[in-house]
């Protein structure tokens, strides 16, 4: 096979490979990426009913005073965060409002150190405050302590007044980790699946390719011989075999009354006599060489250290051949032929030459009526 149509198909073999494996690894990340966001959503509702099931708002704003109430809240507090420690990977529970210029002002840390949210975190805590609803994480939130995920719900007294937004804080760190583990373990296997698929692909494509390729460069899909590119192919092989010694001998042959039959039945038929007479040909070669459609009409065979007599056997075969190419006529074929000799041919197109001349020498003769010589050579 051509070297550059044998790295086009390879490259061509390969991005289609890459994508596709990219595609799948896109498609794997995708769907455990949101498999690891829903087990992470789950986790902050399960943590938040947990809590609002052990204290009330008024618990938290209690909380930091010394009365009786803030010390029952601060200790229940305490024993929550202490019950959730390493659960749930809460980080900080804390309440959050807006001062009158609208900035968010955060207070009674029940977990964690002091904190004010920013960027997308405090847009998702200032839209729970302005539409007074509950707020999830869109997504994990990459900020200066970490990867996070936050939920914001707002927190009422028991008659119903708006004390601000409890804010909760989760660390992803962890599970974020393992999924970029898994991303890396991922994108090593594909790898490996790329390099193992490009040494298949290679494999096959000189293997398993050539073959093919061969096949439907080198047929005639009418008759299903070797066409006229893998005539000249074998032509340039045999002049290196004559240039060492071998025998080679070619045969043309010209069909006799392809257009009769095309102009009188169609061209439908016109293909079954010319396939016909292929095979006719074929059959009188009786494997001594292979069989060529070098033209519309025309055939050519390449005989290679085969002997005289056996190369007359099969000319003669063919000029007294009487058998039926085609229901309404008989095979009629013109064969000349020559062998390779280095006082006469210069080049191996110059045994083309001669064997084309006899072959017209044949076809004058038949139009003439005269009978074709037998034994000749």
């Known amino acids: 096979m051509n070297n550059k149509l044998k790295l086009r198909m390879y490259i061509l073999l390969m991005v289609t490979v890459v994508v596709l494996i990219g595609g799948v690894f896109g498609m794997v990340y995708v769907i455990s990426r949101n498999a690891m966001l829903d087990d992470i959503r789950e986790r902050a509702v399960g943590v938040k009913e947990y809590i609002l099931t052990m204290i009330y708002a008024e618990d938290i704003i209690d909380i930091g005073q010394s009365t009786p109430e803030g010390i029952r809240a601060a200790t229940q507090i305490q024993t929550i965060g202490d019950r959730l420690a390493g659960i749930g990977n809460l980080s900080r529970l804390y309440l959050a409002t807006l001062d009158d210029e609208g900035s968010i002002i955060t207070s009674l840390m029940a977990l964690g150190d002091d904190f004010v949210p920013t960027g997308e975190a405090a847009d998702d805590l200032r839209r729970s405050l302005r539409d007074d609803v509950a707020v999830m994480g869109r997504r994990i939130y990459r900020t200066q302590d970490g990867n996070v995920y936050t939920i914001f719900w707002p927190a009422r007294n028991q008659a119903g007044e708006l004390l601000g937004v409890v804010s909760m804080e989760f660390s992803t760190e962890n599970i974020f980790a393992l999924h970029r583990e898994a991303a890396v373990y991922s994108l090593a296997l594909s790898a490996v699946l790329l390099a193992l698929i490009s040494i298949i692909a290679y494999v096959s494509i000189n293997r398993v390719a050539e073959p093919i390729y061969k096949k439907l460069a080198y047929n005639d899909m009418m008759t299903g011989y070797e066409n006229r590119m893998a005539f000249e192919h074998r032509l340039r092989e045999c002049a290196r075999l004559a240039e060492a010694g071998k025998k080679i001998t070619l045969m043309i042959c010209d069909m006799n009354n392809l257009k009769v039959v095309n102009d009188e039945h169609?061209?439908?038929?016109?293909?079954?006599?010319?396939?016909?007479?292929?095979?006719?040909?074929?059959?009188?070669l009786d494997g001594k060489g292979s069989l060529y459609r070098i033209g519309g009409d025309e055939f050519a065979c390449i005989l290679t250290e085969v002997p005289d007599d056996?190369?007359?056997?099969?000319?003669?075969?063919?000029?007294?051949?009487?058998?039926?190419?085609?229901?309404?006529?008989?095979?009629?074929?013109?064969?000349?032929?020559?062998?390779?000799?280095?006082?006469?041919?210069?080049?191996?197109?110059?045994?083309?030459?001669r064997a084309d001349v006899d072959m017209y020498k044949e076809k004058k003769r038949i139009k003439s009526g005269e009978q074709s010589p037998l034994n000749s050579r």
Request: with cysteine.
């Open 310 to 353: 056996e190369v007359m056997r099969i000319i003669n075969g063919l000029r007294t051949e009487e058998r039926m190419a085609h229901p309404l006529q008989r095979f009629s074929c013109a064969c000349g032929y020559a062998t390779y000799d280095p006082e006469k041919d210069n080049t191996i197109r110059d045994l083309f030459k």
């Open 266 to 284: 169609g061209h439908n038929e016109g293909d079954v006599y010319l396939k016909n007479t292929a095979d006719i040909i074929f059959e009188h």
